[in-house]
């Protein structure tokens, strides 16, 4: 069996933990051999890749980014399945791991399904809004990483009686803000899920501030709020609605110093959050389902992804995983808001 493995879409700590992993468990238990595949379909396109050995995943398991590279190539750009089967075959590759988010998930499942393409997934995204699966590896690592950020930020923010407006990442879903927001005791959260006007944030920031408290806001970079002036959005909301003025935490800032009063300071935490060494908690989830990924090609089944259910790895279909987005429910909502303001 000669496996080929790639990550694609945007890069997410725990991705080499999971190469990794299938590496280690595809030799010593299924003899396997492996091909690594540059910057995710580009080198499947392109016939850029390399044989890839035990050695080349030594101590690979902390380390960020991929060792792969990783790109937003489409599968069915530049030939598509025609030339990715004649690449297939001139390295005598028989399947593919691929380890990515929405796009790449959906991409390798049209494969399967309309080409007879031999692939299983592994999930992938700091966002954790991927169905079917509990958790994604990296969404720790970044909501870790965003938790340090607002615990530093508050320290500056008492010392200069300031609010503090901090915008995480999480594109179309508020899990990252929802998590380091409740961890780093923030007094307000702002999800797209759940879009609230001016006059409440200004609420809840005034609320903390008369507490003798720095009001934190922490905002998901795809919240837009109620309301929100439709002149400035013509200019400012991208085609998936996110307000891009420089990201909403700088629209949000001078916002609510003029409606409270309070100074008001802005932080994108941005690409910081993908950056770096994963957590103990998302090194071994993406080697479990590394391992778990080469199981699954070692047994034909085509079309399955590793999935994390509870505490275990299971395989369910890799579309299930972009068919229904796991956005914030609406219980997770009110329960944070009992401690905002
Ligand atoms: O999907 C992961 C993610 O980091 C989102 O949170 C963010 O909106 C997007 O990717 C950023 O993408 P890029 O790295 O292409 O700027």
Same mark, same amino acid.
């Given at each position: 069996?000669?496996?080929?493995?790639?990550?694609? @879409?945007?890069?997410?700590?725990?991705?080499?933990?999971?190469?990794?992993?299938?590496?280690?468990?595809?030799?010593?238990?299924?003899?396997?051999?492996?091909?690594?595949?540059?910057?995710?379909?580009?080198?499947?396109? /392109?016939?850029?890749?390399?044989?890839?050995?035990?050695? /080349?995943?030594?101590?690979?398991?902390?380390?960020?980014?991929?060792?792969?590279?990783? $790109?937003?190539?489409?599968?069915?750009? *530049?030939?598509?399945?025609?030339?990715?089967? !004649?690449?297939?075959?001139?390295?005598?590759?028989?399947?593919?791991?691929?380890?990515?988010?929405?796009?790449?998930?959906?991409?390798?499942?049209?494969?399967?399904?309309?080409?007879?393409?031999?692939?299983?997934?592994?999930?992938?995204?700091? *966002?954790?809004?991927?169905?079917?699966? /509990?958790?994604?590896?990296?969404? *720790?690592?970044?909501?870790?990483?965003?938790?340090?950020?607002?615990?530093?930020?508050?320290?500056?923010?008492?010392?200069?009686?300031?609010?503090?407006?901090? !915008?995480?990442?999480?594109?179309?879903?508020?899990?990252?803000?929802?998590?380091?927001?409740?961890?780093?005791?923030?007094?307000?959260?702002?999800?797209?899920?759940?879009?609230?006007?001016?006059?409440?944030?200004?609420?809840?920031?005034?609320?903390?501030?008369?507490?003798?408290?720095?009001?934190?806001?922490?905002?998901?970079?795809?919240?837009?709020?109620?309301?929100?002036? $439709?002149?400035?959005?013509?200019?400012?909301? /991208?085609?998936?609605?996110?307000?891009?003025?420089?990201?909403?935490?700088?629209?949000?800032?001078?916002?609510? !110093?003029?409606?409270?009063?309070?100074?008001?300071?802005?932080?994108?935490?941005?690409?910081?959050?993908?950056?770096?060494?994963?957590?103990?908690? *998302?090194?071994?989830? $993406?080697?479990?389902?590394?391992?778990?990924?080469?199981?699954?090609?070692?047994? @034909?089944?085509?079309?399955?992804?590793?999935?994390?259910?509870?505490?275990?790895?299971?395989?369910? !279909?890799?579309?299930?995983?972009?068919?229904?987005?796991?956005?914030?429910?609406?219980?997770?909502?009110?329960?944070?808001?009992?401690?905002?303001?």
């Amino acid at each position: 069996m000669k496996i080929g493995v790639l990550t694609s @879409g945007g890069d997410c700590p725990g991705l080499n933990a999971v190469i990794r992993g299938i590496v280690r468990k595809g030799i010593r238990t299924h003899n396997a051999s492996f091909v690594g595949i540059r910057d995710g379909w580009r080198g499947l396109l /392109d016939d850029d890749m390399f044989d890839m050995t035990m050695l /080349d995943v030594r101590g690979l398991s902390g380390r960020g980014g991929t060792i792969l590279g990783t $790109s937003r190539t489409h599968p069915y750009e *530049d030939g598509g399945p025609g030339r990715m089967r !004649e690449v297939m075959a001139a390295h005598g590759i028989d399947s593919l791991i691929a380890i990515g988010g929405e796009g790449t998930l959906a991409g390798a499942s049209r494969l399967v399904n309309e080409e007879g393409l031999h692939i299983v997934g592994v999930p992938k995204t700091i *966002d954790n809004d991927l169905g079917n699966t /509990d958790y994604t590896f990296g969404f *720790d690592t970044a909501q870790s990483i965003a938790t340090e950020a607002i615990d530093r930020l508050r320290t500056t923010a008492e010392s200069h009686h300031r609010c503090m407006v901090i !915008e995480v990442m999480g594109r179309n879903v508020g899990w990252i803000a929802l998590h380091a927001g409740m961890a780093a005791g923030a007094h307000a959260i702002l999800m797209p899920e759940f879009p609230v006007d001016f006059d409440q944030i200004a609420e809840w920031v005034t609320s903390a501030k008369d507490r003798g408290r720095a009001p934190i806001v922490v905002v998901a970079e795809g919240f837009v709020p109620e309301g929100f002036d $439709s002149q400035v959005a013509d200019h400012g909301v /991208d085609n998936k609605g996110r307000v891009r003025l420089g990201g909403i935490a700088n629209y949000l800032a001078p916002k609510i !110093e003029e409606i409270t009063g309070i100074e008001s300071r802005a932080t994108i935490l941005g690409h910081l959050q993908r950056g770096g060494s994963p957590t103990a908690y *998302d090194r071994v989830l $993406s080697t479990r389902l590394g391992m778990a990924a080469v199981d699954l090609a070692q047994h @034909g089944h085509w079309g399955k992804m590793a999935s994390l259910k509870g505490t275990d790895i299971v395989s369910v !279909e890799m579309s299930s995983a972009v068919h229904s987005l796991k956005s914030v429910p609406l219980h997770r909502w009110e329960e944070a808001q009992v401690l905002f303001g």
